[in-house]
């Protein structure tokens, strides 16, 4: 139906974090696009990956087996994973399934890079 | 209401829609209308995915109703087996630690976000799960 298109990934850098922006549903047809941008910042290098979310209407259960996926992949890489912007409803679902054992979750990109900071300062 | 899906994924999010828009105008706060949106789309998965095993032929069923006390919804599917999920789904360590499949949580979103959930008899063919929610603002609203 409609939902192949739904979702926007794109990937930058600021202050030494790669951050992969999710615009729009996050749903099993999410997978590629998602894995192809963490790829991206992995290849490049990246120890601190942020996932920011925005405009974040769906977010399903198999959206989050697709994050659960790169949580397995940042430990394998000992790369450090923050996700910022997610709605209170979705932060909730995230602590509900176990992410936020794995992902520091914050209200947006900007306390996302000061807890980075404080991080790589510790 | 009631509501007639094709087996596809993608129309979990019009009956999501439709549902919020009945919840709403049943006076439920919103933070519990995100919660019955999302039990609903995974109920529906589980239809679409597991129980009709994504066969485009059939069809998922929504009803939904509401009394003074509580919000209910019924998912019904017209698979030919019934839905076994796992009595026990794996852990987020354990996913993450390659144990499993990564899916496999939607019943335990939906057990944890309404106030009752399971498969009911059914008694037809296909699977039925219900789901419920206590209202918190009631308004009168028919089935």
Do not use: W
């Not at chain 2, 519990?32 to 129980?51: F, M, P, R, S």
């Amino acid at each position: 139906m409609m939902l192949e298109d739904e979702l926007t990934v794109s990937t930058r850098e600021r202050d030494g974090v790669a951050i992969i922006d999710l615009v729009g549903d996050v749903t099993t047809f999410a997978e590629e696009k998602i894995n192809s941008a963490y790829r991206e910042v992995t290849n490049k290098g990246s120890r601190f990956v942020l996932l920011n979310f925005r405009q974040n209407d769906y977010i399903n259960s198999a959206g989050i087996a697709i994050l659960i996926g790169i949580v397995t992949e940042v430990n394998r890489n000992s790369q450090k994973l923050a996700v910022s912007g997610l709605s209170q409803h979705f932060q909730k679902i995230f602590r509900m399934v176990g992410l936020a054992q794995y992902a520091e979750i914050y209200q947006n990109e900007d306390d996302a890079l000061d807890g980075f900071k404080r991080l790589s300062a510790a | 209401m009631e509501l007639v899906l094709p087996n596809e994924l993608g129309y979990e999010l019009i009956a999501r829609d439709a549902v919020a828009a009945f919840a709403r105008r049943a006076g439920m706060p919103r933070d519990q209308i995100d919660d019955v949106k999302t039990a609903l789309c995974e109920a529906c998965i589980n239809a679409i995915e597991h129980g009709n095993s994504m066969n485009p032929e059939l069809r998922v069923q929504v009803s939904c109703c509401v009394d003074d006390d509580r919000l209910v919804i019924e998912v019904c599917d017209q698979g030919v087996s019934p839905f076994a999920p796992k009595a026990e789904p794996l852990s987020m360590v354990e996913k993450v630690s390659g144990f499993g499949s990564l899916r496999g949580m939607g019943l335990m979103l939906i057990s944890q976000l309404s106030d009752e959930s399971g498969f009911v008899p059914h008694g037809e063919v296909g699977n039925c799960f219900r789901f419920a929610f206590q209202r918190h603002r009631a308004a009168s609203l028919s089935c």
